[in-house]
């Protein structure tokens, strides 16, 4: 059974840091790509950063533009772990963060059920 379960969210003032985790089980880990989205109410859910699938070179990173330099995204492959580190939050941060693992040849998409993220003073 494939399961994603985040943690770390709540409440930040801002300027404040918080580190979310997603804890994986149920699939090989290492072979998917992975990413957070979020998703503020009245808008569409979005990228926020995402990590390659572990490869002889190492990971690749990318991140949106809103979060660059103050986000990182990382992974633990031996822990079936996905981490993103946020510094320097924002209101405009507040949200649901989603992790989501997927294999695009193979298409599969999973998601975790989502951690709430509330910058404010």
Known sequence: QVQLVESGGGLVQPGGSLRLSCACSGFTFRTYAMSWYRQAPGKERELVAVI???GSVGA?????????????????????????QMNSLKPEDT????C?????????DYWGQGTQVTVSS
């Open 52 to 54: 390659s699938s572990a």
């Open 60 to 84: 690749i990173t990318n991140y949106a533009d809103s979060v660059k330099g103050r986000f990182t995204i990382v992974r633990d492959n031996d822990k079936n772990t996905v981490f993103l």
């Open 95 to 98: 949200a649901v963060y989603f």
């Open 100 to 108: 989501n693992a997927r294999r695009i040849a193979y298409g599969e």
